[in-house]
């Protein structure tokens, strides 16, 4: 074989490589939702930043005003994100996302306007806040149901871990952008720029509303509230849905609530400042970057359990080391790998989930694992974080890593069970490209 010949052979099977990585992105409206995610996220950690930023100024430099914003952001979930979840799966999805989006620009847009007239207050603030809390709660649902049907069922493992980075990569380019404008600027300006976020997530899901298909209407379905228990009665009778979301609602409220107390274990552990934590809140957010990127080199079709099993002990472990471990150099490295093992565990639940569903049900267990997820992280996390007052925050931070390890053990004794149940439900998968 000639030298260009051979180059060339090397060339194709890097492309093919590449290719098969990629595979998510193969699907041209899949792109849109994924650069929607992308510049919706930005804007909720940028508002996260910023909004906890003047909380923090206007409620007399208190730290329980930040973790209020927090709180607003999350937990309209667990109340409308559950009609959100019925409504898409009777309205098109791509539509709905962006009416959730809009909300959230126009409730940026507002807080711009008081913080530059001066009538920003703090009870003005939290409205703000609250209302995009409800429009994250709209949204999310909504784009978490229609990606199955617009990748097909070979490629939504694929396309969750991609639409993974888009989410954790979020986190350093909205507060990063977000950080230049509020210093540089003024909160006015940097609510802006979280409107300008949020606008262009409109528009990019506004683009694909004609390829997000309308799940059909087979029979005359209930009520709301009624559409809500029916949503619940499936999952209860649909195997391994509920399984999985007990499984997943132990992962936040042991593993990722708990990270909030990081600034309070950079101070004491490691006798640090910002710039310590800074670097442990950058290792997690670079570690959940790399997680995804690392599976989806390793091929669409992989197995769902394993891939679980495995990134639930790793989204443990190293919060024990991250926790017991005074060295930040060790620390680091801990940060990143559990937030790599937390992204990949959190897109394994969504992939297996959806894929599990039928079309006409993906709303609603999206809108049930949303509200458990968000509801217990910022619920269990002030919990976490009341606690420090009487425990070391290291021991804080280990004893849940630990406990999620433990609680791993069930599940992995069930993992036939499971696959097998996951596996029964290919045949009523109902994608495409």
């Known amino acids: 074989m000639s030298r260009n010949s051979a180059q060339g052979w090397e ?10 990585m990629f595979s998510a992105f193969e699907v041209i409206p899949f792109r849109w939702v994924w650069t929607a995610a992308l510049s919706g996220n930005s804007g909720r950690f940028a508002v996260i930043l910023v909004a906890g930023w003047e909380a923090y100024r206007l409620g007399h430099h208190s730290s329980f005003w930040p973790s209020m914003v927090s709180l607003l952001l999350l937990i309209p979930s667990m109340f409308f994100g559950l009609f959100a979840g019925s409504a898409a799966d009777r309205r098109n999805r791509a539509r709905m996302a962006a009416s959730g989006q809009l909300v959230n620009a126009v409730s940026c847009a507002l807080a711009a306007i008081f913080a530059a007239t001066g009538e920003l207050n703090l009870f003005y603030l939290l409205v703000f806040t609250a209302a995009i809390g ?38 350093l380019t909205g507060p ?31 683009h694909i509303r004609h390829e997000a298909t309308t799940p059909e209407r087979i029979t005359e379905r209930p009520r709301v509230v009624g559409q ?78 394993p891939i679980l099993l495995v990134s639930g002990v790793l989204s443990g472990l190293p919060l024990v080391s991250l926790g017991l471990v005074h060295n930040l150099g060790i620390d680091i490295i801990s940060a990143a790998i559990a937030g790599g093992a937390q992204a990949v565990f959190m897109a394994g639940i969504y992939s297996a989930n959806q894929g599990a569903s039928t079309d006409l049900m993906r709303g609603r267990v999206a809108s049930v694992q949303l509200s458990l997820t968000t509801g217990t992280m910022g619920i269990v996390g002030i919990g976490w974080g009341a606690l420090v007052a009487l425990v070391s925050p290291g021991i804080i931070l280990a004893l849940p890593g630990a406990m999620f390890v433990c609680a791993c053990v069930p599940f992995a004794l069930k993992r036939h069970e499971i696959t097998r149940a996951l596996e029964s439900n290919a045949d009523e998968f109902k994608g495409g490209i």
Not at 140 to 163: C, E, H, K
Not at 177 to 198: D, K, N
């Open 11 to 20: 060339e194709s099977d890097t492309n093919r490589g590449l290719k098969e």
């Open 134 to 171: 409800i429009g994250n709660s709209i949204q999310g649902p909504a784009w978490q149901a229609m990606i199955p049907d617009l990748v097909g069922r070979d490629r939504l493992l694929n396309a969750s871990m991609t639409a993974r980075i888009a989410q954790q990569g979020a986190e």
């Open 176 to 206: 990063a952008i977000a950080t230049i404008v509020l210093t540089g600027w003024g909160p006015s300006e940097a609510f802006m720029l979280c409107m300008g976020f949020y606008l262009a997530g409109v528009g990019m899901l506004w």
């Open 228 to 305: 809500v228990v029916e949503g619940f009665e499936y999952i209860r009778k649909k195997a391994p849905l509920a399984t999985m979301l007990v499984w997943v609602g132990l992962h936040c409220s042991l593993t990722m609530a708990s990270v909030g107390i990081l600034p309070a274990v950079a101070t004491t552990n490691l006798n640090g400042n910002a710039g310590a934590y800074g670097l442990l809140l950058t290792s997690f957010g670079l570690g959940s970057v790399i997680g995804p990127l690392f599976m989806m080199a390793l091929g669409r079709r992989l197995p769902a359990v």
